[in-house]
């Protein structure tokens, strides 16, 4: 069985008529990384948003299926319950929250009273020095006068903690320099060996020269346009989004 499948699905902004999303197919099994490229204002980010329940949007048609079940119908907390997670393109600040309070309410609403404060504090300190970042960010708010390096490292950290079933990244690689980007890498590889699923959003092909992918998307006008192996993404950096016309025939996932 599937972890996900999203199938014909089509939606749209709830306060406009506009259709954005125009039949997207997507299946991910369990343990596996996908990629999904694709130009600016394609839909990339609307389908994270939708997969996750963001009420913002509104299924026109089509369904999502979590583990054999239908999502449609769940908030977006209950997906989170779940086991699906997404980090965002611009992580949000949560004034008044401490990341360690959001982390440790987050953990024990999705695993329970399974490890005691001690360990999930020995737990979070030590991920904090896999990604870099020292123990005092534990005690500031959330993304609250992080730097936009800090701030993915810090969503990074939450899907290392959480252990979500799929994680969605939202163009996490943007905004980060060499450095920064080969941390991320490392930790998305821990979370795959881990057996997290992860459906990657991204421009460019450099962060899938640390991960090992399943599949790549080119993702164009709203929905699924091509599939292929890794070389895909380098095909796509080297001559475009044009590379859809005149081989989608031999390449579509539709």
């Known amino acids: 069985m ?9 939606a749209k902004l709830r306060e406009e008529e506009k259709i954005i999303l125009k039949g997207v197919n997507l299946e991910i099994g369990r343990g596996e990384v996908h990629a999904i490229m694709g130009p600016n204002g394609s839909g990339k980010s609307t389908l994270a948003n939708v997969i996750m329940g963001n009420p913002k949007y509104e299924v026109v048609s089509g369904d999502i299926l979590f583990e054999g079940e239908s999502i449609l119908d769940l908030r977006t907390d209950e997906r989170a319950q779940k086991g699906i997670m997404m980090t965002f393109q611009n992580p949000y600040e949560i004034e008044g929250v401490k990341l360690d309070q959001l982390l440790l309410i987050a953990y024990r609403k999705l695993h329970g009273e399974d490890k005691t404060f001690f360990q999930l504090d020995k737990e979070m300190k030590g991920l904090l020095n896999e990604v870099g970042l020292p123990t005092e960010f534990l005690e500031r708010f959330v993304n609250l006068g992080f730097s936009g390096g800090e701030r993915k490292k810090g969503e990074i950290l939450q899907a290392r903690f959480l252990k979500p079933k799929l994680l969605i990244l939202d163009e996490i690689d943007s905004g980060l320099d060499v450095d920064a980007l080969r941390i991320v890498a490392e930790q998305i590889n821990k979370l795959r060996a881990e057996g997290t699923s992860l459906l990657i959003i991204t421009h ?8 090992d992918v399943d599949k790549v998307h080119v993702y164009v006008d709203g929905k699924v346009a091509l599939t292929g ?24 996932s539709k």
């Open 2 to 10: 599937m972890l996900l499948q999203v199938k014909d699905l089509v």
């Open 204 to 211: 460019y092909a450099r962060i899938l020269n640390y991960i």
């Open 229 to 252: 192996d890794k070389s895909l993404a380098y095909e796509v950096e080297k001559t475009g989004y044009a590379i859809v016309n005149g081989t989608a025939d031999a390449n579509s």
